[in-house]
């Protein structure tokens, strides 16, 4: 099992930054790979970003290419989205995903995460 918990949302101005942050507990951190999801309202979720067991691989939705990053600190066993030049379209509530333990390879598919956080909200003021 492993429990993830987001925080670092809120509100800020078009063009603006935020970091998120998604703290896991509960096993081991670095051997399953992580993502990032979000839920617009009216809309459905979808992929954001998603990086490997070791950090090494990346992967991001065309919509936030350039824009966002993703990384993770094993150290602190801590993930994080770094949000720079945020739109209104952004606005959603975000949502950390992990995979089963040994499940290192990072991937868009929302089915292939097996625990979510509660999710924390941005949104993006124009």
């Known amino acids: 099992q492993v429990q993830l918990v987001e925080s670092g949302g809120g509100l800020v101005q078009v063009g603006g930054s935020l970091k998120l942050s998604c703290a896991a507990s509960g096993r081991t951190f670095s051997n399953y790979a992580m993502g990032w999801f979000r839920q617009a309202p009216g809309k459905e979720q979808e992929f954001v970003a998603a990086i490997s067991w070791s950090g090494g691989s990346t992967y991001y939705a065309d919509s936030v290419k350039g824009r966002f990053t993703i990384s993770r600190d094993s150290a602190k066993n801590t993930m994080y989205l770094q949000m720079n030049s945020l739109k209104p379209e952004d606005t959603a509530v975000y949502y950390c995903?992990?995979?089963?333990?040994?499940?290192?390879?990072?991937?868009?598919?929302?089915?292939?995460?097996?625990?979510w956080g509660q999710g924390t909200q941005v949104t993006v003021s124009s």
């Open positions: 995903a992990a995979r089963r333990s040994g499940e290192t390879i990072a991937t868009r598919r929302r089915n292939e995460y097996d625990y």
